[in-house]
């Protein structure tokens, strides 16, 4: 079990130094925006009262295998505790977890998610001037609060196979601030070669930070760029506890960087951590089975909803991770309305592919409940999407 560790070597978050710059920075006004916001939001105001988990929600990349056994058994032995803030828990979470990387604990920060390093280096690195260089479509997030901070948007097309279009990339503004590169990519769940990522980091505008999320890299067998952090690259790598980890509502995620590239992340703020996440995110990373045997179980659920898709002639974009975007081959809101007649809860659709729903790997149960209500809203007749036209939103996002 994971307990309290008082060795702070090597740890440098919540210095006296750190605390009193954060507090005196330029305060940005703009919400942290997560996945869990653009699903909400996509189901439109009038489903917001009504939302329950009495349904299949397979719309939000949740995990629905929840915290690991292990895990569940930490937080329940630390709730006695939960009146402290418990700072030796932060800096062994963070000494665990660099060790683990292979790189020092100062080149780590811990957050409540991995959406506050997401929005915050997207504060940090873009402006008016510095631009923020993207795929479309790709998780809206960075955009968003890159927008906020006054930035252009790039939104280059993934290239034929769905992995991101680095060449186009790198070449779409001499001045970008920001290139953003979600590894695999949500929502497609498809992913960009090493290589590609290497050639993005070599070729990159001098002055631009890449940014790699790889919020489901676990899932997949796409490589880490961490190896260009530990050699002092202009690299961000954000890991996050939502996903395989299944702590979405525990909160737990990562920065890793250059300890100069972090100390500009301080300046929008430090998630003060709850104490269940951090011991939960220890329990699980000292669960060495954890990691391969949900990525064997979720592959099994996905390709055997892949194996119905293809029986049905339905087409997809193959996914390694645990969403995946089926072509329904009219607007992507209409069947994911009819399927809500269902209380199945599909996810939201992207403008860069309008005809496309993003769909969530839930549990064999769940995807059996999906087949059902798809087929079903695939053979209703035209005229009964008649009212049921999707929204444009701001960032390319189709609900
Ligand atoms: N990055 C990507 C690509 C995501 O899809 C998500 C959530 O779905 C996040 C980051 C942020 O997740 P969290 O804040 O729960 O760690």
Not at 203 to 213: C, E, F, I, R, S
Not at 307 to 334: H, T
């Amino acid at each position: 079990m994971p307990s309290f560790s008082q060795d702070l070597s090597g740890c440098q978050p919540f210095s006296r130094r750190s605390f009193l710059r954060s507090a005196s920075a330029a305060v940005v006004a703009a919400p942290i925006l997560t996945e869990a916001h653009f699903a909400r939001a996509a189901m439109g105001a009038a489903a917001v009262p009504e939302f329950s988990m009495n349904g299949v929600y397979l719309d939000a990349n949740e995990n629905p295998l929840g915290p690991s056994d292990s895990a569940r058994k930490a937080i329940a032995d630390i709730i006695p505790n939960g009146g402290r803030y418990a700072p030796p828990l932060y800096f062994s979470l963070i000494k665990m977890f660099a060790e683990q990387m292979g790189v020092p604990a100062e080149y780590v920060m811990v957050y409540d998610g991995s959406s506050p390093p997401l929005h915050y280096s997207s504060l940090a690195f873009t402006s008016p001037t510095k631009s923020f260089v993207c795929g479309n479509p790709t998780y809206e997030a960075g955009q968003r609060a890159a927008t906020i901070a006054g930035a252009k948007i790039h939104a280059v097309p993934l290239a034929k196979d769905h992995s991101h279009d680095v060449a186009a990339m790198i070449k779409a503004d001499p001045n970008a601030g920001l290139i953003y590169i979600c590894n695999p990519n949500n929502p497609t769940g498809t992913t960009t070669s090493k290589e590609q990522i290497d050639y993005a980091i070599a070729n990159k505008p001098a002055g631009a930070v890449v940014l790699v999320d790889e919020a489901y890299i676990h899932l997949s067998d796409a490589t880490s760029a961490i190896d260009h952090v530990k050699v002092g690259k202009d690299v961000i790598v954000l890991r996050t506890f939502s996903k395989i980890y299944g702590m979405a509502g525990i909160r737990c995620g990562f920065a890793i960087a250059r300890p100069d590239l972090l100390k500009k992340l301080e300046n929008y703020g430090q998630s003060p951590m709850p104490i269940t996440g951090m011991i939960a995110a220890q329990a699980s990373l000292m669960d060495s089975d954890l990691v391969p045997t949900r990525k064997k179980l979720i592959a099994e659920t996905r390709n055997k909803t892949f194996a119905w898709l293809k029986a049905n002639d339905y087409s997809f974009i193959p996914s390694e991770s645990n969403c995946f975007m089926i072509d329904v081959k009219r607007p992507g809101p209409q069947i994911r309305a009819l399927m809500a007649k269902d209380n199945v809860h599909i996810g939201r659709s992207w403008a860069a592919l309008p005809t496309y729903v993003r769909v969530t790997v839930g549990l064999p149960s769940e995807m059996e409940a999906f087949q059902t209500s798809f087929k079903k809203a695939m053979d209703t007749p035209a005229t009964a999407f008649n009212g049921l036209q999707g929204r444009m939103h701001r960032d390319g996002i189709y609900s």
